[in-house]
């Protein structure tokens, strides 16, 4: 059984982008700069952001961490956004998710330039991302696909099956596995929550590829799962715990105890998918920067 360990596969990520970095500082640039946005304090987007700035110096690319408390307004998120838009030192925004009730998600989305939207979630980076060009492919599917192709898994004549159909990791995920790319060669199956429980059951046992993104702990258990089966668990829950030292643990959405004894490859969590999603924001960050004709 092989653990698809995203430290090591996001470290190889990581390596070639500092060594690009690194380039670029010798030949006397700047280097790629994200901008990060945080509203309010919720503790897991604290975390999220905050290894996300790490990650960013980590590699030698600049970051800015933006924080606005939950009392702000869209139209002063909106400023922001635009202030950032023009920014020529700015080359990814991101504004990390979930946002307060009397923000609309969309119209913030929709706000950050198509050409700095290293999260890939723009409507038109995700038309373009349907049609096979290229762009910025949403940060966790994007992830994914790096951690397969890190561990050379073959998508080509797989059936997979996607559990969970989110605008940012299911949907996306199910695309880009048939879409053609490297990566992209598999049969899916995308179930969501109104795919009966039997029928989901079913599914699951014949994929050899199965993507979990559905937001509850250990909701796939090892009567579900295809012997020899590849398993990205992607969902993260904090589950509270008195005797952790946090008072909570994260768990995934997949049984692990119980995966491994059936697949021949599983993410852990946390160590997975996480990880793998900060490689292809960094990915995309670098991407944009390159996107550009005025750093020189
Ligand atoms: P979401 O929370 O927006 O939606 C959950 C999805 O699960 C929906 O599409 C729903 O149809 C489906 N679902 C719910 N109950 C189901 C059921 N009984 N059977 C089948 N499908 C069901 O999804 P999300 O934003 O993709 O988040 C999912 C999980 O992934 C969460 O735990 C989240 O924290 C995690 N996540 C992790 C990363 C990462 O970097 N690892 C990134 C994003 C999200």
Known sequence: MLVLDGKIASAAVKASLLQQTQALKAAGKRTPHLAAILVGNNGASETYVASKVKNCEETGFGSSLIRFGDDVTESELLAKIGELNADSN???????????????????????HPDKDVDGFHPMNIGRMVQGFDTFIPATPYGVLLMLEHFKIETKGKHAVVVGRSKIVGRPM????????????????LCHRFTPKE???????????????????EFITGDMIKPGAVIIDVGITRVEDATAKKGFRIKGDVNYEQAITKASAVTPVPGGVGL??????????????EGKFYHN
């Open 174 to 189: 199910s695309i880009l596995l048939s879409s053609g790319h490297p990566q992209g060669d598999a049969h899916v199956t």
């Open 276 to 289: 793998m999603t900060i490689a292809g924001l960094l990915m995309n960050t670098m991407k944009a920067y």
């Open 90 to 112: 700015v080359d990814g925004i991101l504004v990390q998710l979930p946002l307060p009730k009397h923000i609309d998600d969309e119209k913030i989305i929709e706000a950050i």
């Open 199 to 217: 029928e989901l059951i079913k599914l699951t046992q014949q994929a050899d590829i199965l993507v979990v993104a559905v937001g509850i702990p």
